[in-house]
């Protein structure tokens, strides 16, 4: 966790979802997985925030709140979505009022997995968020678009998974 | 006394083990009945579609005649349906959790044709059914995941088409009077 630079302050926001991934999400918060020790602290503010995790599935009632928040954040931003539900709408996918995952709404850097996703899936999914983060604060540097794709290719995509394998072989080390 | 309490306190938190389970560093052991993914042992697959029918959330898709078997791994809720409801077991609950991506994940799986052919085995055979004993139930047809079998009650019929079939083994399992057989 040694590249990260600076100390990313997440929102949490439940939109629709079962609780299950809330809980997982808290659990990371706890003194059991205790993420605060990476700096990271839930804020309740979007001003104050460099990732946003989402749990749940979008309609019609919370798409606005969703949009809201994200615009409210400051460039760079994350947005992670946590669980099924928000990767992709799981089991609510074909429901009338169910838009489907979080990506219907807003862009989308980091898909955890999980029903629920697990504290230490979302410990990674976070870490390869960061690296995603890292990619955007690059090219803001350079005077380039955070969310764009054009020229210099930001390294957000291949610095993710580069990430968490500087965590495993952190692990291996150890 | 007040001095014992807070002194037990103190050395309590100096003695005793963190809290903090240290995730990244040390890695997190699972149980044997943890849901983590769906794998696949693709030799064993006869790509009977069960999985793709029970999956509640439609992240399996079979292809027959490409010889695939997807995942969206971004869809599946380890719910366990699939490795359930698979005829030949060839689907397993493994423990480690799905991993997280920038993308959302597809894992293709090719479903090797030949040696299914060779192999030998029951899968193989030709389902055959024994007229005799047969009391048209109809029981193989509700059963049969390609609906291959057409089962006749008031004209005693019972017909196979044999190039639905996938010799998946169901109808032999289910069938009340044991008349079906795949030789």
């Not at chain 1, 949490?12 to 809330?22: F, I, L, T």
């Not at chain 1, 709140?65 to 460039?75: A, L, N, R, T």
């Not at chain 2, 149980?31 to 579609?49: S, V």
């Amino acid at each position: 966790m040694s590249y990260v630079a600076k100390s990313p302050w997440i929102i949490h926001y439940d939109g629709s979802s079962c609780n299950g991934c809330d809980i997982e999400v808290l659990a990371c918060l706890t003194p059991m997985y205790d993420v605060e020790r990476f700096g990271i602290i839930n804020t309740g503010n979007p001003k104050h925030a460099d990732v946003f995790m989402i749990t749940g599935a979008v309609n019609e009632r919370n798409k606005a709140v969703i949009k809201q928040i994200y615009d409210q954040m400051p460039e760079p931003k994350v947005v992670v979505a946590i669980g099924i539900c928000a990767c992709s709408g799981g089991i609510w996918e074909e429901c009338y009022n169910v838009l489907g995952g979080i990506d219907k709404v807003i862009p989308v850097d980091c898909y955890i997995p999980g029903c629920a996703a697990r504290p230490e899936a979302i410990i990674d999914g976070v870490v390869a968020g960061l690296g995603v983060l890292a990619g955007k604060r690059e090219r803001m540097e350079k005077g380039l678009d955070p969310e764009g794709t054009d020229e210099a290719a930001p390294e957000a995509a291949v610095g993710a998974p580069a990430g968490t394998e500087t965590a495993e072989a952190e692990k291996e080390a150890e | 006394m007040s001095v014992f309490k807070i002194g037990k306190v103190v050395m309590g938190s100096l003695f005793k083990k963190p809290a903090t389970l240290m995730y990244p560093v040390v890695p997190r052991e699972w149980q044997e009945r943890t849901r983590g993914h769906i794998d696949i042992n693709e030799p064993d697959c006869i790509l009977c579609g069960m999985c793709m029918r029970k999956c509640p959330t439609n992240a399996i898709t079979v292809d027959r005649d490409a010889h695939t078997w997807v995942i969206q791994r971004m869809k599946c809720i380890q719910c366990g349906c699939c490795t359930d409801n698979c005829p030949k077991k060839c689907l397993t609950m493994a423990q480690t959790y799905t991993a997280p991506s920038v993308t959302k994940v597809i894992d293709t799986f090719e479903i090797p044709q030949k040696e299914k052919a060779a192999g030998g085995g029951a899968a193989d055979g030709k389902l055959q059914n024994n007229q005799d004993e047969c009391i048209y139930c109809g029981i193989c047809a509700k059963n049969c995941p390609q609906e291959a079998i057409e089962v006749n009650r008031d004209e005693k019929s019972w017909k196979l088409d044999e190039d639905k079939c996938v010799k998946c083994g169901l109808c032999t399992e289910k069938c009340p009077k044991k008349c079906l057989e795949i030789k």
